[in-house]
C-alpha cells in the first residue's frame, strides 16, 4: 500500500472501518446515528476508566499487598490525610493524642 498523503490513508482507514462493521449499506443519516452512539459508548468507556479504574487498582493494592491507605495517600497525594486533619483540629481540640482520637472526632 502506498499513500501518497495522511488524507488518503484517514480515508481508508474509515474505508475499513465502514467494510469491517458492514455499515457501508446504511444511509447517510444511518451511519452517522451509528457513528455518534459509536462515539458516545467510547467516550463513557474512557470517561469511567478515568474515574474508577484508579481506585480499584488502589483498593486492589491494599488487598492484595497490605499497603494500608495513609502509605499510600503520602505516595500519591501528599502528606498523611490523617495527620492534616490531626494538625487542623489541634488547636481547637487539645485531647488529640493519637490517630485514633482523630478519627474517632471526625466521625
Given at each position: 500500500?502506498?499513500?501518497?498523503?495522511?488524507?488518503?490513508?484517514?480515508?481508508?482507514?474509515?474505508?475499513?472501518?465502514?467494510?469491517?462493521?458492514?455499515?457501508?449499506?446504511?444511509?447517510?443519516?444511518?451511519?452517522?446515528?451509528?457513528?455518534?452512539?459509536?462515539?458516545?459508548?467510547?467516550?463513557?468507556?474512557?470517561?469511567?476508566?478515568?474515574?474508577?479504574?484508579?481506585?480499584?487498582?488502589?483498593?486492589?493494592?491494599?488487598?492484595f499487598f497490605g499497603i494500608c491507605g495513609s502509605r499510600l495517600d503520602s505516595a500519591v497525594t501528599g502528606p498523611n490525610s490523617l495527620w492534616a486533619l490531626r494538625s487542623l483540629y489541634k488547636d481547637e481540640h487539645s485531647l488529640i493524642k493519637n490517630d485514633l482520637d482523630c478519627i474517632e472526632l471526625i466521625d
Open positions: 500500500m502506498n499513500f501518497k498523503n495522511l488524507r488518503e490513508y484517514l480515508a481508508w482507514l474509515y474505508y475499513q472501518y465502514l467494510l469491517v462493521t458492514g455499515i457501508y449499506v446504511l444511509e447517510p443519516w444511518e451511519k452517522s446515528l451509528f457513528n455518534w452512539v459509536l462515539l458516545s459508548a467510547i467516550a463513557m468507556v474512557i470517561y469511567t476508566s478515568y474515574v474508577f479504574v484508579p481506585i480499584h487498582v488502589r483498593l486492589a493494592l491494599e488487598f
